[in-house]
């Protein structure tokens, strides 16, 4: 079982331009989130989506989009990157029911000079 | 509002046992714990719903007061694999939350042989 996949793993983008992350699930999740993470803040939450073709924002959504076509994928797009999102970003799903776990993916490692 | 957790950092011996505080300024319907190892995707370690309950994960068990918002994670007996960053997340209560964690900056856990 892959679990939760992000691709690519790194990459370093150069201030303005754009990119997508792919966050792909193969546990038929009806939810799924991406959060950046940040030395000393833990981490934050971006957008969420809890089915296939909604997204909503949270806590930190300015400067990205998302979409949720498949059920299995959701993806982060970044218009115009800005140095102030150099960051690793994480995505999560989880079941409808159960006990609410998080599974993660490993992680995509952003720069932006 | 983010939890806040304490302490920020902790250095143990081999054996050792330690405590790990998440304080939240809302009413909650559950909390989370995680930890990540340095590089890697946050594991799930174990949930604690509103009703006061404790649960144990071999030698890590947990404990959550919801009349204080308050949830302590107890490590006894530390191994070297209890290394890395133990983050708490925190689900309100009332509404509909769609499972979303706020997560504390997290606690930096180091044993040492």
């Known amino acids: 079982n892959a679990g939760v996949t992000q691709t690519p793993k790194f990459r370093v983008l150069k201030t303005g331009q754009s990119m997508t992350l792919l966050c792909a699930q193969d546990?038929?999740?009806?939810?799924m989130y991406w959060y950046r993470q940040d030395p000393g803040m833990g981490l934050r939450l971006i957008h969420y989506?809890?089915?296939?073709?909604?997204?909503a924002k949270g806590e930190v959504p300015d400067g990205y989009n998302v979409s949720r076509l498949k059920k299995q994928n959701f993806l982060l797009g970044l218009e115009s990157a800005a140095p102030s999102q150099t960051s690793v970003y994480f995505c999560?799903?989880?079941?409808?029911?159960?006990?609410?776990?998080?599974?993660f993916g490993e992680g995509s490692r952003l720069t932006v000079l | 509002q983010q939890p806040v957790q304490s302490p920020q950092a902790v250095i143990l011996r081999e054996g050792e046992d330690a405590v790990i505080n998440c304080s939240s300024s809302?009413?909650?319907?559950?909390v989370h714990w995680y930890r990540q190892k340095h590089g890697e995707a946050p594991v799930f370690l174990m949930i604690?719903?509103?009703?006061?309950e404790q649960k144990g994960h071999d030698k890590i068990s947990a404990s959550f007061n919801e009349k204080k918002q308050q949830s302590s994670l107890y490590l006894t007996a530390s191994q070297l694999s209890y290394s890395g960053t133990y983050f708490c997340g925190t689900r309100l209560a009332g509404g509909t939350s769609y499972g979303k964690l706020t997560f504390g900056q997290g606690t930096i856990l180091t044993v040492h042989p």
């Open positions: 604690l719903l509103k009703g006061g």
């Open positions: 809302k009413a909650l319907y559950s």
């Open positions: 999560a799903s989880r079941q409808l029911s159960g006990t609410g776990e998080l599974f």
């Open positions: 546990m038929n999740h009806e939810y």
């Open positions: 989506s809890v089915g296939e073709g909604t997204t």
